[in-house]
């Protein structure tokens, strides 16, 4: 479900502009999501803050960080308020955790089925997150699963988020 006023719980999706948009777009491209415009995640939580993963580590920041920006939030169609609670509940516990680029070429590597011994693991880990794992990570922790596509914990993008929810 897509909306313009953002509630504790919601995904945003944003562009990155420069060097790294253009990176993150191709590691999404890569992984088989395309070359859309949406290349940050962050969740939104109470208090008009949000958590984000950063390459110096997840941080919360103010949501006023994002004013003037195109930003589209998203969430599940029938998320409740007390699943919105659990969600952003389990930010505080990833605040830190670092940012890891190589998660695109891992995720890649799983999509062209290239064999590497633990790559489940590394996927699956959150001792390093990109944005979309640190999102879909909070919302798991709060037993708010948001694919049922059978694809491995981890194996997230923002444009896999974006298809997911505002199409």
């Known amino acids: 479900m897509k909306h313009t006023q953002p509630l504790p719980?919601?995904?945003?999706?944003?562009?990155?502009?420069g060097v790294t948009g253009r990176l993150i777009r191709f590691g999404q491209w890569i992984n088989g999501d395309g070359f859309a415009d949406y290349e940050h995640t962050f969740l939104v939580l109470p208090g008009e803050r949000l958590l984000e993963a950063e390459p110096g580590g997840a941080?919360?920041?103010?949501?006023s960080e994002y004013d003037g920006s195109d930003v589209l939030y998203v969430c599940p169609e029938q998320l409740t308020e007390q699943q919105r609670e659990r969600i952003c509940a389990a930010a505080d516990r990833y605040v830190g955790v670092?940012?890891?680029?190589?998660?695109?070429?891992?995720?890649a590597t799983h999509r062209l089925?290239?064999?590497?011994?633990?790559?489940?693991r590394y996927v699956a880990s959150s001792r390093h997150m990109i944005c979309s794992q640190l999102v879909d990570q909070c919302y798991q922790d709060a037993d708010v699963h948001l694919f049922s596509d059978g694809r491995w914990p981890g194996y997230v993008t923002p444009m896999a988020l974006y298809t997911l929810l505002a199409r």
């Open 98 to 107: 670092p940012y890891s680029f190589l998660d695109y070429l891992a995720i």
């Open 9 to 17: 719980g919601d995904i945003g999706l944003t562009q990155i502009s």
């Open 113 to 120: 089925h290239v064999p590497v011994p633990g790559l489940r």
């Open 59 to 63: 941080r919360i920041r103010p949501l």
